[in-house]
């Protein structure tokens, strides 16, 4: 990579793996070291595809989609990865009075499929459409729609009381 | 404000709540950045050697005696053409109409006179994954040097085409000779003769190929004056072949159709191993894996709790009466797009199933965690992975010596028929 190139990508990576590294966190339920692998897996490949990413019309954007991604073949490829929180609540250390929500958010995310999760993420989280949602994902936007509706179901009925304590703060 | 929250759609106090949570995870962004970079250095390096088949692609060269060679009923030397070869090739995929040894064979073909060893390759897989090569040491008679194709796609006519096939500049990098032009065929050809680091902190040559055809095909030759890359002793004062043989190797047609046998990649390109898109079988749902988990736990271990993801996941908390042990276990309907990748070292039994064993530490943080895992996968491509933790949940500290069950009672566990019927 030449330099101009070399510096380009190092402003862009140093800029973006803040919010990516939040992204994986929420993805991944709150495992941050698994979180600090995927990030530095997707830099990796936007570095050496970096010709190519620096003239996408967005690059951040660019960057979350292999985010998401990498996430997504990280699970498909461990095979153990979904947790079921009551045996797996694992959890960062929670640094101050708003943890009881945190852990409540990131269990709940966690009792989602890696999939759903992924939904959730780029549509609340990343504030994508559904249309990009399903680009991201390779798939319809009838089937984002329907893991969307599916999972929203499944974190009402997990934290729907805690989410409305929260609102009232 | 915050009452007026509680009225505003689940949806909005999702975002609210995702972002509250999110932007308390605090990164030490510069040791982010550096690990990518680091990686993305390694992955160029691998591709530049026209060795994509992993991290140990590299550290194979030089341990060559060890790799199985293909074909054994070949007869020495024959020229096929890969397609000629399908029919014996080792690893038969159903959908990829050129294996690793395909390639090999294509690139010996293409060689001069000279002895060759260290064959390694891989073929375009049945999904989109990593790109195929192939990769040898070649032997002139003047010394052991290595040798390898690479193969690729590219967006016709993109910057990245004009980067590939544009010679450096020697501001950054040393080079001997280098010369681009273009081809009657309107391929783009750069031929590099340069050291395998731009500043030549050693004497290893590396010089190479670039070819891009007009259609968007990418072939790269490579080629040192030592068997291995990086800091291996050289053997030879330049490498093997001739700038003028170079091209002959990257302008081979066989190169192209290999190319155009790489599955179809989404825009994103390199992750396309991470593709997102759905398997064709849906994966089996959790209720039925537990069941058939349950049904499968040897006798004597008393149950203490279990649950399921909604789909392809189970696990259960057993106590044989010296403490709480996990056992996990994940079926999956179809995962041959990454035998390669999951299975490279399984063992292989008579009926053709994967079978791949590991014991290590736990991967939760929890003290004195072990995990011990079986991880198999069928003809059919449905792989059933068990895990056995010597605790009742991966992040607490260990509660006992060893798992609950021994790695035989695992491998009997993910061999059952029993989960070929679970759905």
């Known amino acids: 990579m030449r330099r101009a190139r070399a510096d380009e990508y190092g402003e862009f990576a140093e800029a973006r793996a803040g919010h990516l590294y939040r992204s994986a966190c929420l993805m991944t339920a ?16 936007l570095y050496v595809r970096w010709g190519h990413v620096s003239r996408v019309e967005n690059p951040a954007a660019y960057a979350q989609t292999v985010l998401t991604r990498v996430f997504l073949a990280h699970r498909r490829r461990r095979g153990n990865g979904e947790r079921a929180t009551d045996v797996f609540p694992d959890l960062p250390g929670a640094p101050d009075g708003d943890a009881p929500l945190r852990l409540t958010l990131l269990d709940a995310l966690a009792r989602l499929p890696a999939k759903d999760r992924a939904v959730i993420v780029l549509r609340y989280w990343e504030d994508r459409s559904v249309e990009q949602t399903a680009d991201v994902l390779n798939v319809s936007s009838a089937a984002v729609r329907t893991r969307c509706s599916r999972a929203l179901g499944r974190l009402r009925g997990l934290l729907g009381e805690e989410l409305s304590e929260y609102a009232g703060r | 404000m915050p009452e007026s929250r509680a009225q505003e759609p689940f949806e909005d106090r999702l975002s609210a709540a995702l972002r509250d949570t999110g932007d308390r995870f605090d990164a030490d962004r510069a040791a982010l950045a550096a690990g990518g970079l680091a990686r993305g250095h390694r992955t160029r390096l691998r591709r530049r050697a026209g060795v994509l088949g992993g991290a140990a692609g590299i550290a194979l060269i030089g341990v060559g005696g060890a790799l199985l060679l293909p074909g054994g009923g070949d007869s020495a030397g024959a020229r096929q053409t890969p397609a000629a070869a399908l029919t014996s090739s080792t690893v ?29 390759a891989q073929g375009p897989g049945p999904g989109p994954g990593l ?75 590396w010089w190479s190929a670039e070819l891009v055809t007009a ?53 994103a390109g390199e992750e396309a191993g991470a593709s997102a898109t759905p398997s064709r079988m849906p994966e089996p749902s959790g209720e039925g894996i537990a069941e058939a988990f349950l049904s499968l736990m040897p006798e004597g271990l008393d149950v203490v709790t279990k649950g399921a993801q909604e789909t392809g996941y189970a696990y259960l908390v057993v106590d044989d009466g ?102």
């Open chain 1, 30 to 45: 709150g495992d941050t070291h698994l979180a600090e692998d995927l990030v530095q897996e997707t830099l990796g490949r």
């Open chain 2, 92 to 120: 038969p995929s159903p959908s990829a109409a050129y294996s690793g040894d395909d390639l090999l064979r294509a690139l010996k073909g293409l060689l001069p006179e000279g002895a060759v060893g260290q064959e390694e």
């Open chain 2, 131 to 205: 790109p195929p090569y192939a990769r040898l040491v070649f032997d002139d008679g003047k010394g052991a040097a290595a040798v390898g194709v690479g193969l690729g796609r590219v967006e016709p006519g993109s910057r990245e085409v004009r980067e590939l096939t544009t010679c450096p500049d020697r501001t950054f990098v040393a080079y001997d000779a280098c010369t681009t032009r273009r081809l009657a065929d309107g391929s783009l050809l750069m031929v590099f003769q340069g050291y395998e680091y731009p500043d030549r902190r050693v004497d290893t040559k």
């Open chain 2, 215 to 267: 259609r968007g095909q990418h072939v790269t030759v490579n080629e040192w004056n030592s068997p291995a890359e990086k800091d291996a002793p050289i053997t030879r004062d330049r490498p093997p072949l001739s700038p003028a043989e170079l091209e002959k190797i990257a302008t081979a047609d066989v190169w192209r159709r290999v190319v155009d046998a790489i599955p179809g990649e989404p825009e």
């Open chain 2, 322 to 423: 010296k403490g709480r042990s996990l056992v996990q276990v994940n079926v999956q309907p179809d995962m041959r797009d990454s035998r390669d990748e999951l299975y490279g070292d399984a063992e292989r039994r008579p009926d053709g199933t994967l079978v791949a064993t590991s014991q290590g530490p736990g991967e939760k943080g929890g003290a004195g965690v072990v995990m011990w895992t079986v991880d198999t996968m069928r003809t059919d491509g449905r792989r059933v992975v068990i895990s056995a933790f010597n605790t009742g949940a991966q992040h607490q500290e260990a509660t006992r010596q060893a798992p609950a069950l021994t790695m035989e009672q695992l491998e009997e566990m993910a061999l059952s028929p029993r989960w070929t019927r679970v759905r």
